[in-house]
């Protein structure tokens, strides 16, 4: 809204062209989606505190202390995040460009489904949501809509194809089979995060890492020139989509001050799967899906780590790790949670960085 109104502006008052670069307003959706979050954020937290009374339920098969050290904490801190994201995209973004409305659309269609599965568990005082079938059905709607779109937009035969880093020509062409590859990048995404999000502070570090390392390929894919240079594939609309990451970043650290060990709120379900679905949908958008295995690698390697803690006590009887996801296997280990937290976050960063650089190694 504000960059429509600043076109208007610079013809009369030059100083004001400043803020028609991408840059320039990707800096103030940070700041904006930051300070909706320091204003706003205690009274949500306080009127969640209110709603929800026992706060977010504990599992009882989890590590025993989050039993006593996390009773009572509020959940569906996500809101607030989601937000601080809406209002600053409205406010920096162009609204024209279809590609943000497909990824706000992601975005806040997970974070619906998230807030009910919240909201169940938290009526119910029970850890279970709703069935997890209907959740994935609708998970999976919502991504193939979101796809449809990004495959109409973008062309052929890019836009219906898979992108293979490290290679400047290589496509893997699935005609209009892609929307299932897409669908699978965007609701693995969101539940590869939401997994994660188990300890103060683990999920949002590596959430926000990899909104900044989308937030700088969407800007170079989305320029003609960058692009040219780079040997990358250029998708035209696609640079707008750094203000998103930017809100994202902005949102991120505006909730980790709350959710920085011990933390004030949790972001739930509303947060986690949200936030993975949105970089699942940046992903597909900018034509940089298997990217996003490596700079989420750290998703990744939380996901693997329940598939094979079920897949070998059903085939062997035995379990793999002391517990699963991996970040509960180091505190049975011994580790204190901030150690784990902030051992996750380096090697989310490590792994953002050799993702960053298959822009270069063409």
Not at 102 to 131: E, N
Not at 227 to 251: D, M, P, Q, R
């Amino acid at each position: 809204m504000l960059y429509y109104l600043v076109l208007k502006l610079t013809s009369e008052i030059s100083a004001f062209n400043v803020f028609r670069y991408l840059t320039t307003r990707t800096g103030c959706a940070i700041i904006t989606a930051l300070l909706f979050i320091f204003v706003f954020g205690p009274k949500i937290i306080a009127l969640l505190k209110v709603k929800q009374g026992r706060g977010q339920p504990i599992r009882l098969d989890g590590p025993q202390r989050h039993i006593i050290e996390k009773q009572g904490t509020p959940t569906m801190g996500g809101l607030m995040i989601l937000s601080g994201v809406f209002v600053s995209t409205l406010l920096w973004a162009d609204l024209s460009n279809l590609y943000v409305w497909s990824v706000l659309f992601v975005t806040l269609g997970y974070g619906a489904i998230g807030f009910y599965d919240d909201y169940l568990k938290v009526t119910r005082a029970s850890v279970r949501g709703f069935s997890s079938k209907a959740r994935l059905l609708a998970e999976f709607v919502i991504a193939g809509a979101a796809v449809l779109c990004f495959m109409r937009m973008g062309q052929a035969p890019l836009s219906s194809s898979l992108a293979v880093p490290f290679f400047k020509d290589v496509l893997i062409y699935f005609g209009p089979f892609f929307i299932f590859v897409g669908m699978f990048v965007i609701v693995g995404a969101g539940n590869a995060v939401n997994i994660t999000d188990g300890l103060d502070g683990l999920a949002i570090v590596p959430v926000m890492i990899a909104a900044g390392s989308y937030a700088l390929i969407a800007y170079l894919v989305g320029n003609a020139v960058f692009s040219g240079y780079l040997n990358l594939h250029f998708v035209k609309g696609t640079g707008e989509l750094v203000v998103i990451c930017g809100a994202l970043i902005g949102a991120g650290l505006g909730f980790l001050w709350f959710n920085a060990p011990p933390a004030m709120i949790f972001m739930g379900d509303t947060g986690s799967l949200s936030l993975g679905g949105c970089l699942g949908a940046i992903a597909v958008a900018v034509k940089h899906e298997i990217v996003l295995a490596i700079i989420g690698g750290l998703f990744v390697l939380e996901t693997v780590s329940v598939i094979v803690q079920v897949a070998s006590f059903k085939m062997t009887g035995k379990r793999v790790f002391a517990m699963a996801p991996l970040h509960h296997h180091f505190e049975q280990k011994g580790w204190k949670e901030p150690t784990i937290v902030i051992r996750f976050w380096i090697i989310a960063f490590v792994l953002a960085l050799i993702g960053l650089s298959t822009l270069k190694l063409r």
